[in-house]
């Protein structure tokens, strides 16, 4: 029985400069923050980011590691605008193909379901066509003669995710409200890489939820971290809720600061740091 | 009873946006329009459908009685079985919306949120907006990134239907021959002038503005005992 199980730090060691990295969660919810810690912790860079942005696209332009990021918007939820990618932004540091929310999601289907497009009836009349001049449309073959957006595909190298359970095979399982768009970052991706509160036997995932909360499948994932506390101080339902006030120690600390204080050592580190039990 | 509030006021012009939508879901962005979502689904419009803003569908007691995570609430948006209110950063006479950034959007002045779902919410399913602060820096000329489509630019566009702007001054709606931004209500107290101050474009103004009604005893009762006993509509619209 294959064993995917690894550290935050060897699943990052396999990325690559110039990589292009898909990241799970929605804003400031089920973020696989460890993975973002360690990637920081590393000397990746030049990434292609993709994701329903939140504190992990702060954090990895805040450091510089991003080349290009691919987003719907950016947020921590109950902080409205992310701090660290606004003031990226306002600085002209970062590349930015910003896209609607649906077209973003036809875009990792597309890619999921190895197709270079999708069509979607969002993004015309509006300026996203203005500002991604490389977006084509196609015209609906049938009688209808109607025009869309072809979202093209958001092929991803490398999927960074995080869950309540797995198993060592990379079988991984939510117990929140919401699948967020985990599995299609998996589907979309060469290789993935899920985080997960805690590793559990295969027998223990079916005990823990209903068949439908078994999200990712194995032969999608290519490693398995246990992570516990892995998407703080984002949301883990129901695990844990956002840390509001450490959110707020982020968003107002500058960051040379806040990365001394708290992203200097590894997972440990950072959890004594926060004053957070494993 | 005290007197009413703007910001109670408000709750109803929010709320009267979802009468006649049947089954679909409100989706308020806002505490005002979450207020006048819930108040409207308990009063006059009982088959709307309300969520938590989260992935549940909920009544107006917040007993579950639906699941609808992010992939799903996409699929009723492009379904077209939503009405959402919106809010605007920016917002031109044709109803084009800018959430994204103010300034040149290559390196703008203010990095906001990004276009989140206005294109495809402009495109598929009946959409209001939401100002809470009627001002002249909201209501442009020209908004500096397209994000919710506007009238004009929305040609061949089988679903696009922009309802109405409501803001802490008034009410409009697009009822002129090229369907701009007409005001046809304020509410109690505001005057069709001050509306006209606080816009950098000319508005066209109906032959008769109206002014927005009161709750009645039971809204009003509703709004303050069950709805937001903790006056936080009061935050989003003083006086």
């Known amino acids: ?10 699943a990052v060691s396999r990325l690559r400069d110039g990589m292009t990295v898909g990241i799970g969660g929605w804003g400031s919810r089920r973020k696989p923050m460890a993975l973002v810690r360690a990637l920081l912790r590393s000397g990746v860079t030049g ?4 994701s329903y ?6 954090m990895l332009a805040a450091a510089g590691r991003i080349r290009r990021l691919v987003a719907p918007f950016a947020t921590l939820d109950s902080i409205p605008l992310e701090p660290h990618f606004r003031a990226a932004r306002e600085r002209g540091e970062l590349d930015l193909t910003e896209v609607d929310e ?11 379901n190895r197709l270079p497009f999708l069509p979607v009836r969002a993004g015309l009349g509006s300026d996203v066509m203005r500002i991604n001049p490389g977006l084509r449309t196609v015209t609906s073959p049938y009688d209808d003669g109607e025009t869309f957006v072809a979202m093209p595909a958001l ?5 960074l995710v995080h869950v309540n359970r797995a198993d060592r095979r990379g079988n991984g399982q939510y117990l929140g409200p919401d699948p967020y768009f985990d599995d299609l970052f998996c589907e979309a991706a060469d290789t993935a890489y899920v985080s997960c509160e805690r590793i559990v036997d295969t027998a223990e995932l079916a005990k823990g939820g209903p068949p439908q909360s078994l999200l990712v499948k194995r032969h999608r994932v290519t490693g398995v971290i246990e992570a516990p506390g892995g998407a703080h101080f984002t949301s883990c339902a129901p695990d844990y809720g956002r840390d509001e006030e450490f959110q707020r120690t982020y968003a107002t600390t500058p960051w040379p600061e806040f990365a001394a204080r708290y992203l200097g050592g590894d997972e440990q580190a950072y959890r004594a740091a926060v004053g957070r039990r494993p | 009873m ?5 910001a109670e006021h408000c709750v109803i012009a929010c709320a009267e946006e979802w009468r006649g939508d049947g089954e679909v879901l409100a989706s308020p962005m806002g505490v005002i329009p979450s207020v006048g979502a819930r108040l409207a689904r308990l009063t006059f419009a009982p088959d709307l459908l309300l969520t938590d803003g989260e992935a549940l569908l909920v009544t107006p007691d917040g007993t579950v009685e639906g699941w609808l995570p992010y992939r ?14 919106m ?4 917002l031109d006479r044709h109803g084009n919306q800018n959430i994204s950034c103010v300034g040149p959007w290559e390196r703008p002045s203010r990095q906001l949120l990004g276009v989140r779902g206005a294109p495809v919410n402009t495109l598929n399913n009946p959409t209001s907006y939401w100002v809470p602060r009627h001002s002249r820096r909201v209501f442009v000329e020209r908004v500096d990134l397209v994000c919710g489509v506007g009238n004009d630019r929305a040609a061949g566009a089988r679903y696009h239907c922009l309802r109405r702007v409501v803001s802490d001054l008034g009410v409009f709606d697009f009822g002129t021959p090229d369907r701009t931004m007409r005001l046809v209500a304020v509410h109690p107290g505001v005057t069709v002038e001050q509306v006209r101050e606080a816009t950098s474009f000319e508005p066209a103004v109906a032959d008769e503005v109206a002014v927005t009604r009161a709750p009645t005893p039971a809204e009003l009762r509703l709004i303050r005992e069950v709805l937001d006993p903790g006056n936080a509509r009061a935050r989003e619209v003083a006086g």
Do not use: C, I, N
């Open chain 1, 1 to 10: 029985m294959p064993d995917k199980t690894m550290t935050a730090d060897e």
């Open chain 1, 47 to 50: 990434l292609t980011v993709v």
């Open chain 1, 53 to 58: 942005g939140g504190p992990d696209v702060g």
């Open chain 1, 102 to 112: 649906a077209m973003f999601l036809w875009g990792l289907r597309a890619a999921a």
């Open chain 1, 155 to 159: 092929r991803l190298d490398a999927a």
């Open chain 2, 2 to 6: 005290t007197e009413v509030t703007r």
């Open chain 2, 72 to 85: 799903q609430h996409l699929t009723l948006v492009t379904g077209g079985r939503r009405h959402v209110m």
């Open chain 2, 87 to 90: 809010g605007a950063s920016q």
